[in-house]
């Protein structure tokens, strides 16, 4: 689906973040990088392992620019809401504190969602959990959605890993141990593998298509190209050649010999090749999952809700809508929801996500305090400093997530020999090929060498 330019905002700031999307291996990275790179005023680094490009862009660059960049080149993308770092305006620097303000007229009573649930008040300061409206939805729940279609991808390559490895099993087996040849073996190897190449090699062969129109080709291509030209070599020897005659047998050496290539099939070749390149795949995406959970738990460590002070009741919203000079209640038991000053109470704060220290540190008026670390003591109320990527826990998560989309100079020279390898290998068949017709060998011969 085409994207256009005015499907996006114009880009204000000097960087941007797209979820690339049908990426399959390092020189896929490396084609979207480059096109990118091309883009005047624009510099990218695209990561294949977290399926991310880092984008710095000019001023007034549309981010569908970028988008329809990636889409043209084959891929798809969407940006990545990042979260807003804000300096408190003048207005907000000179208001009052949150507690100072009026309230309004208290509830009635407790809405459901807090009715009869594990959190206890006390009854003089009731808790109204209808916040005003937010800011717009929290960034935990985009983390959510990505991870469950994450999930969903690597559940679909678990059912195709499996269901290809039941009949390539046989298949290989039959070719490599010439004491399980029995009459016609071919043709049972014949009817296993088909749907192995056909629907287990359907991922390889949809991006190798997609990737021929673009005029590009990738590590898929190759898989495509070499199943494929097995599969039909062998439909060919069984139907055309010798190799379907009762009684053939399929030898098994380890020194090479020059063989009529009408009795030979590679059915084992294609169903191998697929289910051992799906089980890398497969292998390759839970790690990446993996590999993010660090992040997800990093940022499910901060608090969800918090007791705001309103007038002198508590009010409690989402931690998400805090702003600058707000004050909050934080009990014993309860996770500080941002970082900010005592201004009442003391009691000790377990910072062991942050330090590593297990003992608890003693914090009283004027302390500063580190949202995500838990109030092990007495009541607290906290004026928020930092909201946002501000927070220490937004720059951590930050600090975790650019190590990830960086790149090692090894990686960027792996990146730059996958642009060049899948053509070089083609090129390679294609002169072989071309060799053994040139020496009057027969097409036969050629394309056996040349697969």
């Not at 959190?119 to 959510?144: H, K, N, Q, V, Y």
Request: aromatic fraction near 6%; include cysteine; charged fraction near 20%.
């Amino acid at each position: 689906m085409a994207s256009t330019a005015a499907d996006f905002p114009t880009a204000e700031a000097s960087e941007a973040e797209l979820m690339i999307g049908g990426m399959t291996c390092a020189s896929c990275a490396a084609r979207v990088e480059k096109k990118l790179n091309r883009m005047d005023g624009v510099t990218a680094t695209v990561n294949y392992a977290t399926e991310k490009a880092r984008v710095t862009i000019g001023e007034g660059l549309e981010l569908g620019d970028l988008v329809a960049t990636v889409e043209k080149t084959g891929y798809t993308a969407r940006p990545v809401a990042r979260p807003e770092r804000r300096a408190p305006t003048p207005s907000e620097a000179t208001a009052p504190p949150a507690a100072a303000l009026p309230s309004p007229a208290p509830p009635a009573a407790v809405p459901a969602p807090y009715a009869g649930g594990s959190r206890r008040t006390d009854p003089a300061t009731p808790l109204d959990a209808t916040p005003a409206a937010g800011p717009g939805p929290d960034p935990r729940s985009a983390d959510r959605d990505a991870g469950a279609e994450q999930d969903a991808a690597i559940g679909a390559l678990r059912r195709r890993l499996a269901v290809s490895a039941v009949p390539a099993l046989p298949v290989v087996l039959l070719a490599m141990v010439p004491a399980l040849q029995f009459d016609s073996w071919q043709w049972l190897s014949l009817v296993l593998a088909a749907p192995v190449v056909v629907w287990g090699g359907l991922p390889f062969h949809r991006a190798a298509w997609t990737n021929l129109r673009h005029g590009a080709a990738t590590m898929d291509t190759l898989v495509s190209l070499g199943t494929l030209a097995a599969f039909g070599w062998s439909l060919w020897a069984l139907f055309f050649g010798d190799a379907g005659m009762p009684g053939m047998r399929h030898g098994f050496d380890l020194t090479v010999a020059r063989a009529d290539a009408g009795s030979t099939i590679y059915l084992e070749v294609a169903a191998g090749v697929v289910t051992f390149i799906l089980l890398g795949r497969y292998l390759e995406a839970r790690a990446k999952r993996r590999s993010g959970a660090a992040l997800r738990a990093l940022m499910g460590l901060g608090a969800k809700d918090v007791a705001v002070l309103r007038g002198g009741r508590e009010v409690r919203v989402p931690a998400s809508t805090l702003v600058v000079g707000d004050r909050f209640v934080v009990r014993p038991g309860e996770k500080i929801a941002t970082d900010g000053t005592v201004v009442e109470g003391s009691s000790a704060v377990d910072a062991s996500m942050l330090t590593g220290e297990s003992v608890p540190a003693e914090v009283t008026t004027g302390d500063t305090v580190t949202g995500a670390t838990l109030n092990a003591g007495g009541r607290l109320v906290v004026e928020a400093t930092r909201i946002g990527a501000d927070t220490q826990l937004a720059r951590m998560a930050e600090l975790v997530e650019d190590a990830q989309n960086g790149k090692a100079s090894a990686q960027r020279l792996a990146n730059r020999i996958s642009a060049v390898f899948v053509p070089i290998v083609i090129a390679l068949a294609l002169a072989t090929l071309g060799f053994w017709l040139g020496n009057g060998a027969g097409l036969t011969a050629a394309f056996t060498a040349a697969v």
